[in-house]
């Protein structure tokens, strides 16, 4: 037989037992913080970074983390003219934010290592050759990014930019092509070329005389970052994990 409480009341029920576990959090006991409030006169100075998201490409001039959106719900093409090296890290760090990365190139060999790292091709990254990528299915829970490393004449590619889906060519050299693809792009880095190609490019894009100066002076790893009428100066700064698979910053390949 169940007996009666002290107070003489019947037993609870299981839903009364069952109430009483949700308002105390089934015995336990979070930390005890004062409420997060705001009054009135506060709100005005409440603000939260927005469009921030995307690659943190290295640092600018003030050394603020200097960040690259290439997860984009419209297409968004961006040509770099400098070395391998920036190149795969940049795809290296997309990948690490969720996306997949297709390689378009005549020298699987150099981007063979980072396939390897990365899982062999079932983690993020793999590698076509010139003219073999195929459609990326890109949307935005698995958006793209395709890299054209084609060498100095790259041919017009089969996948393009799309929603979801940017492209990145990479350009050793100031290349014939190259105007028509600095036409074409949203975003366009420059790294350490010759005063000649300095002086074509500076043409091409309507640079002032002091970026068209310092081109041919820039360190490893400096990128020239143009955008519209926006320029920026970036360091790419590699992690101990990325000079472990990539080595150090370098221009030339």
Known sequence: MHTADVSGGAPPSVTERLRGRLRSGFGLIGPRHGRHALSVEQVDALALPIGDDGVVIGVDAEGQPAVLGLNRPTPYDVVLIGGLWTAQVLALRAAATGARVAVETGRAQSWMQMVHAMGGGQNGLAVYDVGRVPPQGASAGTPVLVVRDCGMRPPRGRVVSGPWQSVVTLLPYLSPVAPRLIRQARLVGVQRISPDEAAELGRTMALPRADMDSLPTLA???????????????????TDAEIGLLGTPRRMD
């Open 220 to 238: 490893d790893g400096v990128t020239l970052w143009c955008a519209d009428r926006d320029r920026q100066y970036v360091m790419t700064q590699p």
